[in-house]
């Protein structure tokens, strides 16, 4: 690679759990900072380093590695219990020093009310229902925007906190009493339990956007950890079913606080076929009969890391691959999963749909869109061992070359299994 690079982002290209994770973490050895700019703990990132297994949900996965210092943007919304399950665990699995967090005073805190109202709302919408993690994360997005939100700066001024909480109770309890005929909620216990919160919180409360700039002023290598997926993008994704941040490259900067400019490279991390958890239509997802030949949700590793949902399982989609790469700016691809595949007879790979020029824009079109396919011949043969590109079964090759054309985009990496070792490295990253 002849740019000079020191600053990644790592995103999702399809509907989330592309294995970014894993992909952040094989970077992170050579890189300095890890940041997250958005999301909540709806997002789940599961990293295997040897007989362990870790899973991430705010905490960026570059923090196994103990030379790393990670960061958590104003963009992000935070579950401070959730965060601190998340802080003792790694504490419980020895990861050293876990003080190389730095949380930023921006980032909106997720309350018992938010994730009550979620649920509530879902329950509501009945068939209708987007399928959200429950988590609270789109009413805290939308406290936000609509400038009634509490930020992890504000509970850690007790008075006002409890000034500002009283009140977000209140219009929440109107809200509770006469949208979902709910019985209101004690603004004092939460304050008690918060206060606790913002006390374990505050040592890991820094000026994250001023570390960051600084360290890209320095050519330090910093990776952008991305969470969900290009098509759960608040407002280019098959929205209602979406969630509600950016998810896109673009947003990595206006939640952190970085200048674009300091974006040197995106990779976009393309699972080999198409996965999706909670609702909405899903154009190139598998029939019963292409499902058994599948390997099973388990065995794929494909239930939710944060709800435990079975994903839903597709063909490849370059149709679709196509438009989130142009949304992101994708440089170079990372593919995972090669190895779900192996025991296919055959594979599929969704190159348009029928009578669409650009992808559609409204869930009518969506739901109706007609998949138009190639079949490629499987390789029927373990890919889990192989160390270097060469070495992949001939129709393995054939399979990725095509996906590159039809994304017109070059691979940089390629996982056959989740763990470190089983990772085809087509370029390196970073000035080392
Ligand atoms: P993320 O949200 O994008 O980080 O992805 P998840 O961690 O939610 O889901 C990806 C799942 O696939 C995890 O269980 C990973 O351990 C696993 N995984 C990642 N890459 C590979 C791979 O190449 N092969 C296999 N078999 N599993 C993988
Ligand atoms: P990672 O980072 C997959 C989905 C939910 C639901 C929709 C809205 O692990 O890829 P929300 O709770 O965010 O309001 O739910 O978004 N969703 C994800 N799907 N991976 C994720 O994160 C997701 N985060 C949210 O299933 O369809
Ligand atoms: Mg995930």
New binding site residues.
């Given amino acids: 690679m002849s740019k000079k690079m020191s600053s990644i982002v790592v995103i ?1 290209t399809q ?4 294995g ?2 894993k992909v952040i973490d094989l970077l992170s050895e050579n890189a300095r900072h890890i940041a997250r700019a958005q ?2 703990n ?4 599961t990293i295997v380093v040897g007989a362990q297994e870790f899973k991430f ?1 705010l905490i960026p996965s570059g923090i196994l590695y103990p030379h790393t210092k990670c960061y958590i943007g104003g963009g992000t919304v935070l579950d401070p219990a959730s965060l601190l399950t998340e802080l003792e665990g790694l504490k419980s699995h020895g990861v050293p020093n876990v003080k190389r967090l730095y949380i930023s005073q921006y980032a909106h805190i997720v309350f018992p009310y938010h994730q009550l109202i ?1 649920q509530l709302a879902e329950k509501q919408k009945g068939g209708a229902a ?9 009413p805290c997005y939308a406290d936000k925007v609509n400038r009634c939100g509490i930020r992890l700066v504000d509970l850690l001024e007790p008075e006002s906190f409890r000034l500002k909480l009283q009140s977000a109770v209140a219009q929440k309890n109107r809200e509770l009493e006469k949208l979902y005929q709910h019985p209101p909620m004690e603004w004092e216990p939460i304050f008690e339990t918060y206060a606790k919160y913002a006390a374990e919180l505050a040592p890991y409360v820094a000026p994250v956007e001023e570390l960051l700039s600084q360290a890209a002023k320095q050519g330090e290598n910093i990776l952008f950890e ?4 290009a098509l ?1 993008d608040i407002t280019f994704g098959t929205y209602p ?5 950016c ?1 896109l490259s673009g947003g990595i900067a206006a939640g952190l606080g970085v200048g674009p400019s300091k974006i040197d490279h995106t990779i976009g991390v393309v699972k080999v076929y198409t ?6 239509p899903f154009p190139t997802e598998l029939n019963g009969d292409e499902l058994a030949h599948f390997p099973d949700h388990s065995a794929s590793r494909e239930v ?4 435990g ?1 079975k ?1 839903r399982m597709g063909w490849l989609d370059t149709f679709l691959l196509r438009h989130t790469l142009c949304l992101n700016g994708v440089d170079s691809l990372a593919l995972t999963k090669l190895d779900i595949l192996d025991d296919l007879d055959e594979i599929k790979i969704c190159t348009g749909y029928k009578k669409c020029k650009t992808f559609p824009a409204t869930l009518e079109e969506l739901k109706q869109a007609q998949p138009i396919y190639e079949t490629h011949p499987g390789w029927k043969k373990s890919t889990r061992d192989v160390k270097v590109y060469d070495d992949l079964p001939s129709n393995a090759r054939g399979y990725i070359r095509r996906i590159e054309e039809l994304c017109e985009t070059p691979v940089s990496l390629i996982s056959v299994g989740p763990e470190r070792e089983r990772t085809l490295w087509l370029d390196r990253f970073f000035n080392e």
């Fill in positions: 999702g509907w989330g759990d592309e970014k994770g999301g909540g709806n997002a789940g990132h949900h979620d987007v399928g959200t993690t429950g988590k609270g994360i789109g991305g969470a969900q997926g759960l079913f979406v969630t509600s941040s998810t996965t999706r958890v909670g609702n909405g939710g890391t944060t709800t949902r994903r």
